[in-house]
């Protein structure tokens, strides 16, 4: 039977982080992967400061800018008044090398690290593999993998879940997924129609405020994507309709009929938590581990960070005979930590903010945003905030 010390089951940009930081941290580490190669998936394009950090010490940062977008700011605007309020994270260069968010779709990511894993001298990746069962004891993990002529089984020391919102080893672990499922659905459309034409010095990252509909407004290098909320009581065929797709850009535009999209994309919106992130020798980290709403770009930020946090451990423990009945338990209650008391939080503060509902309540949450914006304290606490440097430094607090 193959033996590795490790195996990851997900090749997205969770899982390829993981597997690659360990092949570089001298760990026998294989990749699977179901689909044949890294799903173009546009549902994540932002990587934070924290993360730009990370990137530059696996050594390939510099391939993912020549790949993305530099947005050091972004704004609230508000679609009926024209106010534009705009955040900064440049006031943050003096913690941060890299302040600014990168706007680079997370394939890119995925695929730049599973090719240069799969030259690693301690790295291996397989496509159309998938984890389909496994068995642990007190000495490792069996494997048992669906590929294209059977069924094989590797056997390892440890296994990484990192394989999506519908993990197949969160259901083998029996792992309780709790929290909840927003009515409404999320619509993202993508146009390489020039948008900031229309909008005056309009940033790569814009949040905008309207009672009747908010709207998200992401630039990445070939597409603008436009993101609203769904209606619950609408129809997916009506959602992906072209009626909704010019009502959308009728709203921005004020003419939507003549605007072509390049994709148009549907999901339900979850909050939700695993009960643990460790069984025994199996680990969970990204979607298999949480979910939470998109507004603020963290989904895919605290994902890398899980295992930005795990490989570190692991690398102790098969390495130098770190304690791993210490290390794993820790692993869980910093990234849990980080989850439910800055994440979730912060992701659900982030939508209720968005659609206050009445005009009341938009101009309460402005004005609080102008306050923010003008005091330099508030600003920058703000900025920490919503880069993710607080929810590293709530990690690290974490024991």
Request: hydrophobic share 40%.
């Amino acid at each position: 039977m193959e033996r590795f010390q490790v195996v990851v089951a997900g090749a997205g940009p969770v899982g390829s982080v993981a597997a690659y930081r360990l092949a570089q941290l001298g760990v026998e580490v294989l990749l699977l992967e179901a689909a044949p190669r890294c799903p173009e998936d546009l549902r994540a394009s932002t990587m934070h400061p924290p993360t730009l950090d990370m990137m530059k010490t696996l050594g390939v940062l510099d391939e993912l800018e020549a790949q993305g977008l530099r947005a050091p700011v972004y704004h609230y605007r508000n679609r009926v008044t024209g106010e534009v309020m705009a955040f900064d994270m440049g006031e943050l260069g003096d913690i941060s090398e890299h302040p600014y968010r990168l706007q680079c779709e997370q394939f890119k990511l995925a695929r730049l690290l599973t090719a240069k894993l799969a030259q690693h001298p301690k790295g291996e990746v397989r496509f159309s593999h998938r984890l389909a069962h496994f068995t642990q004891d007190d000495q490792g993990v069996t494997a048992f993998i669906e590929a294209p002529f059977g069924i094989e089984q590797v056997r390892c020391d440890y296994l990484i879940g990192a394989d999506g919102a519908n993990s197949i080893v969160r259901k083998w672990l029996d792992v309780e997924f709790e929290g909840f499922t927003y009515p409404e659905k999320f619509l993202t459309l993508s146009t390489d129609w020039p948008l900031e034409d229309h909008f005056p010095g309009l940033a790569h990252v814009n949040y905008v405020a309207d009672p009747k509909e908010w709207c998200v407004l992401l630039r990445v290098p070939s597409l603008w994507r436009i993101l609203v909320p769904a209606n619950g009581d609408e129809s997916d065929e009506a959602l992906l309709s072209d009626a909704k797709k010019e009502a959308v850009f009728g709203g921005l535009l004020g003419e939507g009929a003549s605007i072509k999209t390049a994709h148009r994309t549907l999901y339900k919106v979850h909050q939700r938590v695993a009960k643990t992130y460790h069984v025994g020798r199996v680990l969970l980290a990204g979607d298999a581990a949480h979910l939470n709403n998109p507004l603020g770009g963290f989904g895919m930020n605290s994902g890398i960070h899980d295992v930005w946090n795990l490989t570190e451990k692991l690398a102790e423990i098969l390495q130098e005979n770190g304690d791993a009945q210490a290390l794993l338990p820790l692993y869980d209650r910093q990234r849990r930590a980080v989850m439910h008391k800055f994440i979730q939080t912060q992701t659900i503060a982030n939508k209720a903010a968005m659609e206050a509902g009445t005009a009341e309540a938009y101009a309460e949450r402005e004005a609080k945003m102008r306050q923010i914006l003008a005091d330099p304290e508030q600003r920058r606490e703000y900025l920490l905030l919503q880069s993710m440097y607080k929810s590293l430094e709530l990690e690290a607090a974490t024991a």
